[in-house]
């Protein structure tokens, strides 16, 4: 069916709020972990997260779990995106910038279409693996050289949290092409609750953590900003707009979130940061469309994948 100027207005309306939801999600994170441990601005805002979304599957009259043959891919998903993501660019952001940060994470798109093509066996061409290739290289040229203030320990831990992620996220696109994005979204909330609860009784300081009104609403808005209301505004504007058109917002995620660490935080806001910025976005834009182009799989495939990512989701 043909869109109307309208209807492509109310979905890019709608992916770009699900956008700037995502783009807090890294500042408010760093906010978060100045007061509470990692453990629990991570995986524990998952404890809080699964409440309205087990609300909605029951009230849409959905399991709260998957069938057995879909639980190994929901699993994996929670492992990477509920529980993995999380809790390593949460202990990530307590030695390095929230703007540092969004540079490595916007490897994100790309590391996701590899886990991709491993996971659904397609053939890209060699175009698509020289522009993962050379996201890559800017974004590690930028750290080795110094640019980002040289490399950290929680450089380890961000491209490690991009790796877990790309692969939670590329299995739940395969899962997606079954149920849709929010059912995914919420299976994986429930099936990553223990493991959640677990981390945080095991992190749990004896004295109990020293709350204060900054962290509190940076866990709240984590929990039902970044994990639920953000999914909601992005996912409307997918299918409303299209996913190859407003997938594409995601582009501009990177120098959002380097303008909210600037607001958020009094984080500097280097004009090369923001230059490499645009380059990793340019040069995954080109990734993302040469594999659309060449893969020869079912669109829907792609789409599913780019609009199942989660902000620590993101």
């Not at 739940?172 to 959640?196: M, Y």
């Not at 806001?269 to 659309?292: F, H, I, K, N």
Request: proline letters at 6%.
């Amino acid at each position: 069916m043909k869109r109307t100027p309208s209807a492509d207005l109310q979905g890019f309306s709608y992916g770009f709020l699900g956008v700037l939801g995502f783009s807090l999600t890294l500042p408010v994170t760093r906010m978060g972990v100045g007061s509470l441990p990692p453990e629990l601005v991570g995986p524990g805002r998952a404890l809080l997260a699964v409440i309205p979304a087990a609300l909605l599957l029951l009230l849409c009259h959905r399991p709260l779990l998957p069938p057995r043959h879909q639980l190994r891919a929901v699993l994996v998903t929670a492992l990477g995106t509920v529980i993995g993501f999380p809790l390593l660019t949460a202990h990530a952001l307590r030695t390095v910038s929230a703007s540092h940060a969004a540079l490595v994470v916007a490897l994100l798109p790309a590391t996701t279409a590899v886990m991709a093509v491993l996971r659904g066996r397609e053939r890209p061409s060699g175009r698509f693996w020289v522009c993962c290739g050379l996201g890559t290289a800017i974004v590690l040229g930028y750290l080795s050289l110094g640019f980002g203030g040289g490399l950290h320990t929680g450089d380890a831990e961000l491209l490690a949290a991009v790796v877990v992620c790309s692969l939670g996220y590329a299995e739940g696109g395969v899962l997606a092409r079954d149920v849709p994005g929010w059912v995914v979204t919420s299976w994986s909330l429930v099936a990553g609750t223990p493991v959640a609860a677990l981390v945080v009784v095991l992190a749990w300081p004896s004295q109990g953590p020293t709350l204060d009104a900054r962290g509190a609403a940076a866990f709240v808005y984590l929990a039902l900003g970044s994990s639920l209301l953000s999914f909601i505004a992005w996912y409307r504007g997918l299918s409303t707009g299209g996913v190859a058109k407003v997938g594409q917002i995601q582009l501009l995620q990177p120098v959002l979130t380097m303008l909210f660490a600037a607001v958020l935080l009094d984080e500097p806001l280097r004009p090369s940061t923001v230059l490499v910025g645009l380059a990793v976005g340019v040069v995954v834009l080109a990734a993302q469309r040469t594999r659309t182009a060449n893969s020869g799989g079912p669109a829907t495939t792609q789409e599913r994948i780019v609009h199942d990512r989660r902000a620590g989701l993101e």
